[in-house]
């Protein structure tokens, strides 16, 4: 089992920065991938950015060119640094490790950190 642990959120005005961290604890798992989800009040988890153990990326359409996700292997910590953010932005954000053993898959998700876009 992977356990996940997300940072980096808060309060920032329109136009403003955050960066989101997730830190994965694994024992004999290795990390396939990490990603971030997003839920505003009143609606349903959605996608936001992966990547993958080879450095691959994907994102939500409505975030890129703004939103950009990295990793550092070595810390088994994804980023998420967000620019420009707006009001439409403001959700609780959740990491998602995806993780192997043998031909054991998971995928272990954080606790959230919550991101409020608003002057």
């Known amino acids: 089992q992977v356990e996940v642990v997300e940072s980096g959120g808060g309060l920032v005005q329109p136009g403003g920065s955050l960066r989101l961290s997730c830190a994965a604890s694994?024992?004999?798992?290795?990390?396939?991938?990490m990603a971030w989800y997003r839920q505003a009040p009143g609606k349903q988890r959605e996608f936001v950015a992966r990547i993958t153990s080879g450095g691959f990326t994907n994102y939500l359409d409505s975030v890129k060119g703004r939103f950009t996700i990295s990793r550092d292997n070595a810390k088994n910590t994804a980023y998420l640094q967000m620019l420009r953010l707006e009001p439409e932005d403001t959700a609780v954000y959740y990491c998602?490790?995806?993780?192997?053993?043998?031909?054991?898959?998971?995928?272990?998700w954080g606790q959230g950190t919550q991101v409020t876009v608003s002057s």
């Open positions: 998602k490790v995806s993780a192997v053993r043998g031909f054991t898959r998971s995928d272990d």
């Open positions: 694994v024992s004999s798992f290795s990390i396939t991938a």
